[in-house]
């Protein structure tokens, strides 16, 4: 029997039916990601990570971009940067046939500009920054912070707050392993939660948080930073 093509067996990656917008839970989100509506002609779509998709449906609601389409991918990847740059390859295969724009709700994200490389080889822009934390702070403030001495700082969005265990504590095998806390966080001195929505139960989550890692806390409301300010350029056709 022939072997399938490269296009093939990434569109058969991709095949795998994501959440819909009716089982919207972090859970799912990290799991599954989010799947892509039935398209309609002259909109654009957003293919994002899992951890960003509540953020971006809430920003489409609030700016009423209602031309833009949202696909998330599994947030669980973020375990796994290496495997980021073929499933959004294997999502633009998918999706570009029905799509006139495509738009990758992704910053580097652990894979040393091999995203931003195949972004370019396939024809479809993304958005900057090394990770989401510089995003959601402002690209320039977030390295104008790390310039002046925060290196030792381990941040927390909304997405992470509410999934510290599944993606922090129980992967680094803090959940039996407790005694590893101060060989994994002992040169972080705080954890900087980054709040996306104004919300006093994840602030208080995010501090047990870093009273667990053993670290100060701190918090700082960014909003949804440079991810809203690039997704409100994407034009309607």
């Known amino acids: 029997?022939?072997?399938?093509?490269?296009?093939?067996?990434?569109?058969?990656?991709?095949a795998q039916t994501p959440a819909s917008a009716t089982s919207l839970t972090s859970q799912s989100l990290a799991e599954n990601g989010l799947a892509a509506p039935a398209r309609k002609v002259g909109r654009i779509l957003v293919i994002g990570c899992g951890a960003l998709a509540r953020e971006i449906l809430d920003i489409k609601e609030v700016n009423?971009?209602?031309?833009?389409?949202?696909?998330?991918?599994?947030?669980?990847?973020?375990?796994y940067p290496d495997q980021i740059v073929t499933a959004v390859e294997a999502a633009v295969i998918k999706h570009r046939t029905v799509y006139d724009q495509i738009f990758i709700a992704y910053a580097d994200c652990g894979t040393g500009g091999l995203l931003a490389k195949k972004c370019a080889e396939l024809g479809v822009e993304m958005i900057a920054g090394p990770h989401c934390y510089a995003f959601y702070e402002g690209n320039d403030a977030f390295q104008k912070i790390s310039d002046e001495g925060e290196i030792t700082a381990?941040?927390?969005?909304?997405?992470?707050?509410?999934?510290?265990?599944?993606?922090?504590?129980?992967?680094?095998?803090?959940?039996?392993?407790?005694?590893?806390?101060?060989?994994?966080?002992?040169?972080?001195?705080?954890?900087?939660?980054?709040?996306?929505?104004?919300d006093p139960a994840l602030i208080e989550k995010a501090r047990i948080c870093a009273d667990r890692m053993g670290v100060a806390f701190e918090h700082r409301h960014t909003g949804y930073g440079e991810l809203q300010d690039r997704l409100k350029t994407l034009p309607r056709s």
């Open 1 to 14: 029997m022939a072997r399938r093509g490269r296009a093939a067996r990434l569109q058969g990656r991709a």
């Open 154 to 198: 381990f941040y927390l969005t909304d997405f992470l707050v509410k999934q510290f265990d599944a993606f922090i504590w129980r992967p680094m095998g803090l959940d039996k392993n407790p005694e590893l806390r101060e060989m994994i966080f002992g040169n972080y001195t705080k954890l900087v939660y980054q709040s996306q929505i104004a």
């Open 64 to 79: 009423g971009l209602d031309h833009i389409d949202l696909t998330c991918l599994p947030a669980k990847l973020h375990l």
